[in-house]
């Protein structure tokens, strides 16, 4: 192809793309408003399985909230309702990251409790299609992705407030090869899309009692988005003067993670998609690894709540597949109970597994058959949550 022609077919891609993120914006300023649990009756939690170990440790996390939910899904407050089609196998049938059947379906619910789903990537035997994880949180415009990090023993108590709409992933499906030798990714950062997440950490850090806010960048190299996002925070950050501001570039922050001395430090981070993909899977690392953690999805009108692991399908390749462990997508029903208002639940079943996750450790999962089973793990932490005096008990182990 002649270089011209190259140029000109590559404008015009570039041009719809702009076309779209303008558009965006555009949705974005008229906002809506956040929606209010109190008044839904029932409130529909849609399960979606997953692929791999997915439905396996599903399973387990459904069982340990409808036994604490027993009450309220008896009454009719509370709804679960499986969501199928989005297994790997479904989406290559269909050719599409996100069924519309699928994406309907899910529109019907209020909050998502959402396994890991497989994401094809170059030359696996799937279709290359859009991961299913970032295709939701685009078409639900879930664009907080909040992960906490908690080692009380080395002092560790982090949130993250990862982007989880825009960067490098908004356009990651829709890079472009100009000729055969030229790739080109995009990368979108919005005034909007900034200031919303920005916003929602230093309202947590506020109504928290949290006194530091540091937002991660690479905005000395990556200039005109990174520089955005950083530009944004600063602006914000003056309308919060009782909490203190930092920045770090993401270089330096991952390194501060594992500094000892200082990483006690941080509080609430702040950060765009991918810095916030790579460093939550740091961080999960000190609390016992990305099998543990929990992430929260929120949109204005819908919230998903997942693991932040894959759906490692070589533990099913092995047969291990019920040794895997369901604590991470017990974590993330912790914060889907608090996300709706059932905040005693939240806290129960926190305590619980933080008992049986990190302090008693009566029942340990090893990946393997030398350890108990996920099933074994959720009847572990439903006895503790039954437990009168699991409250006392969990005191016992704070310092
Ligand atoms: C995560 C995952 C996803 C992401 C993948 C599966 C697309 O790593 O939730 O952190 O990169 O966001
Ligand atoms: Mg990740």
């Not at 906002?31 to 649990?37: F, L, M, R, S, T």
């Not at 290559?92 to 409790?113: D, F, G, N, Q, S």
Request: proline share 4%; hydrophobic share 40%.
């Amino acid at each position: 192809m002649f270089q011209t022609e190259a140029i000109e077919k590559a404008k015009e891609h570039f041009a719809k793309l702009l076309e779209a993120q303008l558009k965006r914006v555009e949705q974005m300023k008229a906002g809506e408003d956040w929606a209010d649990y109190s008044k839904l009756k029932p409130i529909v939690v849609g399960v979606v399985a997953g692929d791999g170990i997915g439905p396996y440790i599903t399973k387990e996390a459904v069982r340990v909230l409808e036994h604490i939910l027993a009450a309220e899904i008896a009454d009719g407050k509370i709804q679960l309702k499986s969501i199928p089609g989005l297994t790997i196998e479904e989406r290559a049938a269909a050719m599409k990251a996100l069924p519309e059947e699928t994406l309907v379906a899910l529109k019907e619910c209020h909050v998502i409790l959402k396994g890991p789903l497989t994401t094809p990537k170059k030359g696996d035997k799937w279709p290359n299609l859009e991961s299913a994880n970032v295709s939701m949180r685009r078409e639900l415009d879930l664009f907080a992705n909040v992960r906490p990090v908690k080692v009380p023993e080395k002092g560790i108590d982090w949130i993250f407030y990862r982007e989880n709409t825009e960067g490098e992933y908004v356009l990651g499906s829709k890079g472009f090869n100009v000729t055969e030798d030229l790739a080109v990714d995009f990368k979108v950062i919005t005034t909007q899309g900034a200031e919303r997440i920005v916003r929602l950490a230093f309202e947590y850090a506020k109504k928290n009692g949290i006194k530091r806010v540091s937002a991660v960048t690479k905005a000395n190299v990556i200039k005109t988005t990174d520089g955005k996002f950083l530009e944004t925070a600063k602006r914000v950050a003056k309308e919060y003067p009782d909490i203190q501001f930092d920045d770090w570039f993401v270089d330096i922050m991952a390194a501060k993670l594992v500094d000892e001395k200082r990483r006690k430090d941080f509080k609430v981070i702040v950060l765009p998609n991918l810095y916030g993909d790579i460093l939550t899977d740091e961080a999960a690392e000190f609390q016992g690894g990305v099998g543990t953690a929990g992430s929260a999805n929120i949109g204005k009108r819908y919230a998903m709540f997942e693991a932040i692991h894959g759906s490692a399908p070589r533990m099913v390749d092995e047969g291990r597949a019920g040794y895997a462990d369901p604590a991470s997508m017990m974590r993330a029903c912790v914060m889907l109970l608090r996300h709706i208002g059932f905040v005693d639940q939240a806290a129960k079943m926190e305590m619980a597994l933080d008992i049986c996750g990190q302090f008693e450790k009566k029942v340990v999962l090893t990946g393997r058959a030398d350890g108990a089973t996920g099933a074994q793990y959720a009847d572990y932490v439903m006895e503790t949550i039954r437990d009168p005096n699991l409250e006392s008990r969990w005191k016992s182990y704070q310092s």
